[in-house]
């Protein structure tokens, strides 16, 4: 049975969801974390959403792993929830998380492979399935820098491979009663997060949500070709990206 990491006693700011995971993970406690996004408080996260079973998944991301085939990459697998799922399937997944302390939590949950680093320092290997859940196709942060990562994704795939991902065009959330966007001055699309939890805040971090003509522009830029595969209430989408 996998050993369970203790808890740090002083939280790295650039870890924070890392820490509230790995807290909710040895302790129960499912505390929220609190958001700001461009400066104005959003809703809540509970870090019990990070490690959540099947039950507890939208229809997009159960289609998603119903895709799934092959070796599997999951970018950015936070507390493992997809991982843990499609290992239990019996599919080669390797999980690629950057905080250290998310990385602990799929250990201790018996994730067999998981790996601490950046996408863009994977080399010399290919996936049947790159997997980026979570709004994860913005992941980079800024247009510039998701590009770049949608190129690198190309290389990262085998033959035939696919990239499932999604992500939400935010323009309805955007718009206040004067018809302008709130926050950054470029696309509306791009956000700066800050957390909170349990009194301290994290450092500010970038998110990109892009609508589906960005992400089509994007794609064919990398050399990928996009398809819409489900629209949900709310402007949220899941998309395949193929070489």
Not at 98 to 114: H, K, T
Request: hydrophobic share 40%.
């Amino acid at each position: 049975m996998p050993s369970v990491t203790a808890l740090p006693v002083r939280p790295d700011p650039r870890d924070l969801l890392g820490w509230a995971m790995l807290d909710h993970f040895t302790s129960g406690r499912d505390m929220p974390v609190r958001v700001w996004i461009n400066g104005r408080r959003d809703e809540d996260m509970m870090p019990s959403v990070f490690l959540r079973n099947y039950s507890r998944m939208r229809s997009w991301e159960r289609q998603a792993l119903a895709l799934a085939r092959g070796s599997v990459l999951d970018i950015g697998a936070g507390g493992g929830c997809h991982s843990l799922l499609l290992q239990k399937r019996g599919l080669d997944v390797l999980a690629l998380e950057r905080s250290p302390l998310a990385c602990q939590v799929m250990r201790d949950r018996g994730i067999a492979r998981v790996e601490q680093g950046d996408i863009f320092d994977l080399k010399g290997i290919s996936f049947d399935t790159l997997l980026m859940l979570m709004n994860g196709l913005g992941m980079a942060g800024n247009e510039k820098d998701t590009l770049r990562l949608f190129r690198t994704l190309r290389r990262l795939l085998a033959r035939g491979g696919q990239i499932l991902g999604d992500s939400t065009d935010i323009l309805y959330a955007r718009m206040d009663a004067q018809g302008a966007f709130p926050g950054t001055d470029g696309y509306y699309g791009e956000v700066e997060f800050r957390l909170e939890y349990r009194g301290h805040r994290s450092e500010p971090f970038r998110w990109l949500y892009l609508d589906p003509a960005l992400l089509a522009e994007l794609s064919d830029k990398a050399g990928l070709q996009c398809e819409i595969l489900t629209r949900s209430p709310g402007a949220h989408y899941l998309a395949r990206l193929t070489a």
